[in-house]
């Protein structure tokens, strides 16, 4: 029984350890600046911006693939710029503005997370 708690309080470490490298969709290690701006994404974005084949009406576009993309849903080109305008400002009224509840550092981890899906 020693054992498997044993692996179990192993496997919680291992796991919970911060600013150990954790893997994109595509299996390639994130920054840790992406992996707190995945910890931003799952607090803040992913209610409405997930992939969800059950879910009658889309909410929001899922952001997987953001920066392959030639142009944002303002028309704007996709920079890192441009995307963090539309976090901070909420282009349209179903999208809040950010500017008050994320610092400019969250933004840019978030940016960064984006980057990789």
Do not use: W
């Not at 028309?75 to 503005?97: C, L, Q, R, S």
């Amino acid at each position: 029984m020693l054992g498997r708690t044993s692996l179990i309080v192993f496997a919680v470490l291992v796991v919970s350890v911060p600013g150990s490298a954790q893997l994109s969709r595509e299996g390639t290690s994130l920054s840790e600046r992406a992996v707190k701006g995945r910890k931003v994404f799952e607090d803040r974005c992913y209610v409405c911006h997930q992939k969800d084949s059950n879910r009658v009406k889309e909410i929001a576009p899922a952001l997987d693939g953001l920066f392959k993309r030639n142009q944002l849903v303002t028309g704007k080109p996709v920079t890192a710029e441009n995307v963090k305008e539309i976090i901070k400002m909420g282009p349209t009224p179903n999208m809040p503005a950010f500017r008050y509840t994320l610092s400019d550092p969250e933004i840019d981890d978030l940016i960064e997370f984006l980057k990789t899906k």
